[in-house]
């Protein structure tokens, strides 16, 4: 008897296994508020008009990629228009000293204003409420194959966190202690096992899941690839760099244009009424004023909402109208970073969204 249609039913289970696995690890992401949107930290030379015009205009293209989440951003016409004048974006600006003496300038932009310069250029606002990145990688060189843990590759480290934040993608490194040994070793994050590396980060429930390899060539170069787990599908990404940064910023990339093409919110029509759309948003477990106020605040500090109106209390429950910047479907999934929003299933004829409320 064949045993070929025993093996397929198997292998068909198998992955159907896998499968569900990897689409509840996505649907269960936790998400960070990345503050740092709007200002940047340049390295200058001097404190010359020279140096701070070119501080000015670096730093506003740091916060357009960060707002936007498009590296591409900065190609856009409006944006190098923009560019060239830079000092009409700046609030202010102050100088510091990096632990190594280097001088850096902090720079802080008008957010309102870049806000206005997306929507000329036809670009996304991505949120601030952004998901955590769980990042493995292993770097390969004359030292052999290791995890780029702060201890065993803080160069690496560095330039990996320095990559992200530059992004506006909030980074969650392993820990890369007993357990994680355990879990997984390096040989086995190199061939970027699903299996492996999805055991290995469940521990770190709620973060998104990205996984890198990289080895150094004999000239210098580097060469390696990024795998990103996107809702249960792996996205990949190869590269060849002239630098160890950048190839940590292709990583960075990979995770901020998949993220900015699910959260991003459309700008150009912002200041139109009529685009925006109007939903209901009904919540329980609304015990106490103090909950009603959080779950307001929550609501209308996110960038896809214009404004929140309640429309009636009974109980512990409590319905709202909520005017937002988006479609239903985005709206849920910006609301659901938040994890004090849990989803209740949609009632028959119910054209807007169901909660509970978790403080």
């Not at 357009?64 to 609030?91: F, M, T």
């Not at 310069?117 to 290791?146: E, F, K, Q, Y």
Request: glycine share 8%; with cysteine.
């Amino acid at each position: 008897m064949s045993r070929l249609p025993f093996q397929r039913s198997l292998t068909r289970a198998l992955f159907g296994c896998f499968l569900c696995i990897s689409l509840l690890w996505a649907a269960s992401a936790q998400a960070e508020l990345v503050d740092d949107i709007y200002g940047a930290r340049i390295l200058v030379q001097g404190r010359d008009a020279s140096a701070l015009s070119a501080a000015r205009k670096a730093g506003l293209a740091e916060v357009v990629i960060k707002a936007s989440g498009n590296p591409e951003a900065i190609e856009r016409p409006e944006v190098l228009k923009a560019l060239e004048d830079a000092q009409g974006y700046l609030l202010g600006y102050s100088y510091e000293e990096s632990a190594q003496g280097d001088l850096l300038i902090r720079l802080e932009y008008d957010e309102q204003a870049v806000h206005k310069l997306l929507g000329d250029a036809d670009l996304r606002l991505w949120t601030a409420n952004r998901p955590l990145v769980l990042t493995w990688l292993v770097i390969s060189d004359g030292s052999g194959r290791r995890f780029a843990s702060m201890e065993a590759a803080p160069e690496v480290d560095a330039l990996l966190r320095d990559s992200f934040q530059r992004r506006g993608v909030p980074l969650q490194t392993p820990l890369y202690d007993l357990s994680d040994t355990a879990a997984i070793s390096p040989g086995e994050a190199w061939r970027q096992s699903s299996s492996a590396l999805i055991d290995a980060s469940d521990r770190y429930r709620g973060a998104q899941l990205l996984a890198g390899r990289v080895a150094r060539l004999s000239d210098g170069s580097w060469v390696g690839d990024w795998r990103y787990l996107d809702n249960g599908r792996w996205r990949s990404r190869s590269s060849a760099a002239d630098s160890l940064q950048s190839f940590t910023n292709a990583g960075a990339e990979l995770v901020a244009a998949t993220l900015a093409e699910q959260y991003g919110v459309t700008l150009s029509a912002k200041n139109s009424a009529e685009s925006d759309e109007r939903y209901q948003i009904v919540l329980r477990g609304i015990r106490a004023y103090e909950d009603y106020r959080a779950l307001q605040e929550a609501l209308g500090s996110l960038e896809a909402v214009r404004s929140v109106v309640p429309e009636s209390l009974i109980g512990d429950q409590v319905s709202m109208r909520v005017e937002a910047e988006t479609d239903l479907q985005q709206l849920a999934r910006i609301i659901e970073l938040d994890g004090r929003f849990v989803p209740l299933p949609r009632e028959p004829g119910q054209d807007g969204l169901s909660y509970e409320w978790i403080p």
